[in-house]
Antibody, heavy 117, light 113 residues
């Protein structure tokens, strides 16, 4: 059974760059779509974007200017960078896997990132 | 962006009784490939969302058969035939016919009376 684990700093200062990594175990990163989704405390879900194992990406237009999603197949990892963060970026960040662009089938447990000075 | 709405936003159910959640989109979710890209997720307290239903009515392996999905076009429903204590949490519908972006409904909180 595939498992996804998010990791990265839990606290980021305003205007800095949030960096998270999702490590995939129990399966290959190849031939799947890998997504990031976030959930502000007490609020709903927001899709951030995805990367195909080959490197093709698709980002939420509302965040596109600040996002970079990358993949490292040798490490079975993919990563999220979100620049120029503000308090509005405080959220639990989830990574997820899908067999197509349409589905988010397996999710990580999520990691809380707080933006604060 | 496609806007997803859900009703009700909160639901309190007696164990063993049925429950129903409606999800509507402001555009049809029927793709030219014949599939309808509407999904249902359950986020149990303190957990990440888990996929229950894909493409309107297909239960993921391991999901109890008391969960069922139906609908077409812009109107969809998730039904729980007999609610159990383990079914509490937030239920989200999600569309992915038109991306970017994938969009979610606001969520329906289900708890036990």
């Amino acid at each position: 059974q595939v498992q996804l684990q998010e990791s990265g700093p839990g606290l980021v200062k305003p205007s800095e760059t949030l960096s998270l990594t999702c490590t995939v175990s129990g399966g290959s990163i190849s031939n799947y779509y890998w997504s990031w989704i976030r959930q502000p405390p007490g609020k709903g879900l927001e899709w951030i974007g995805y990367i195909y194992y080959s490197g093709n990406t698709n980002y939420n237009p509302s965040l596109k200017s600040r996002i970079t999603i990358s993949v490292d197949t040798s490490k079975n990892q993919f990563s999220l960078k979100l620049s120029s963060v503000t308090a509005a970026d405080t959220a639990v960040y989830y990574c997820a896997r899908g067999g197509t662009i349409h589905i988010l089938q397996h999710w990580g447990q999520g990691t809380l990132v707080t933006v604060s000075s | 962006d496609i806007v997803m709405t859900q009703t009700p936003l909160s639901l309190s159910v007696t164990p063993g009784q049925p429950a129903s959640i409606s999800c509507k989109s402001n555009q049809s979710l029927l793709h030219s490939d014949g599939k309808t890209y509407l999904y249902w997720y359950l986020q149990k307290p303190g957990q990440s969302p888990q996929l229950l239903i894909y493409e309107v009515s297909n239960r993921l392996s391991g999901v109890p058969n008391r969960f069922s999905g139906s609908g077409s076009g812009t109107d969809f429903t998730l039904k729980i035939s007999r609610v159990e204590a383990e079914d509490v949490g937030f239920y989200y519908c999600m569309q992915s016919i038109q991306l970017p972006p994938v969009t979610f409904g606001p969520g329906t909180k289900v708890d036990i009376k």
